[in-house]
């Protein structure tokens, strides 16, 4: 018990001193929802023609999507064009988008 609890305690202070973050910067997701989801998904991901609302979402289930399709997998009828737009996403960029989506919320001005 003791070498688990050992184990456990190294583990913690490796994540806290590492700089890794289990939560995304949601500026950053803003900033790059902006740059490359806004034109299908609409402001704030409200969704637009035939693209999905994706704002609202959990964290977990963007992500997954994300990197569902950064491996070039088909799952829907937009899959070739969210492949081709996950493809360059890092774990990073995707982990923001997720942050940034979840709260989102389209104000019309």
Do not use: W
């Amino acid at each position: 018990m003791k070498r688990f609890a050992s184990a456990l305690a190294f583990f913690f202070f490796c994540l806290t001193f590492s700089g890794y973050s289990f939560a995304g910067d949601k500026v950053a997701g803003e900033a790059r929802y902006k740059k490359s989801c806004i034109a299908c998904h609409g402001p704030a991901g409200k969704g637009a023609a035939s693209y999905p609302k994706i704002s609202g979402r959990e964290v977990s289930y963007v992500k997954s999507k994300l990197e569902t399709y950064r491996k070039g997998i088909k799952v829907g009828p937009n899959s070739s064009l969210m492949i081709m737009m996950a493809k360059p996403l890092t774990d990073e960029e995707i982990a923001n988008l997720a942050a940034y989506l979840k709260d989102a919320r389209y104000v019309n001005n």
